[in-house]
């Protein structure tokens, strides 16, 4: 595999989508210079990166659209990094044990007209790097029952809130029950997704739930 990765970067080579320098989708240089997001007044939600820097903005514009494995690896990778930064403190002050990863579904026409879920890849690469097995994937759980306008095309928070109202659902509820829940997305805006996914979750014997993006 090693060996067939060497052929396709020669024949297929991969440049920075920052400074365009080879060998990677997004430069170490470029990534380190890349702003944190400002924390969420809502204090359970935990973005990476701001998404107004260019090259973030870019680069999960190609992850939605493109999915970049790559640079879901990439991020993945971070992204684990804060996870398990945040759980040392918050098994501690919270008792969060044994968390319970799920990504933040699409519905089934939105599944097949993209061929991918990002939050599924993000998840399953997460689970890669957890070597520990800190965490559990439970993909199955949170479903989209109702097919809603992009949120991006939605300007009015209160409208963005109506159009999710009632789009989840959740299988297998006994799996959750009294259980801590870290929701998977790659980019959150107002946090109305992850808000209305929390609630259903809540509703359904959840104990506690948190969440992580790559961008805010």
Not at 125 to 133: A, C, P, R, T, V
Request: charged share 30%; with cysteine; aromatic share 8%.
């Amino acid at each position: 595999m090693h060996f067939l990765n060497t052929i396709l970067d020669i024949v297929f080579p991969v440049y920075c989508i920052s400074c365009g320098t080879p060998g990677s989708d997004l430069c170490e240089k470029c990534l380190s210079l890349c702003p944190s997001a400002e924390r969420e007044s809502q204090d359970w939600i935990f973005p990476l990166f701001d998404y107004r820097h260019p090259p973030i903005k870019k680069a999960v514009w190609l992850i939605k659209y493109n999915g970049k494995k790559r640079l879901i690896n990439t991020f993945g990778e971070l992204l684990y990094g804060r996870i398990v930064e945040e759980l040392s403190e918050l098994r501690i002050m919270e008792n969060f044990n044994e968390p319970i990863l799920i990504p933040i579904p699409l519905s089934k026409k939105r599944y097949r007209e993209s061929g991918f879920n990002q939050s599924e890849i993000l998840c399953q690469k997460l689970i890669e790097i957890d070597q520990n097995k800190y965490l559990k994937l439970e993909k199955n759980i949170l479903i989209k029952i109702k097919e809603t306008e992009h949120q991006a095309r939605i300007g009015d928070r209160r409208h963005r809130l109506k159009n999710l109202s009632e789009s989840f659902s959740v299988k297998n509820s006994e799996i959750i029950k009294r259980k801590n829940i870290i929701l998977i997305d790659y980019v959150t805006t107002t946090g109305a997704t992850l808000n209305e996914a929390k609630k259903i979750l809540k509703s359904f014997g959840a104990r506690k739930v948190i969440a992580f993006t790559i961008a805010h």
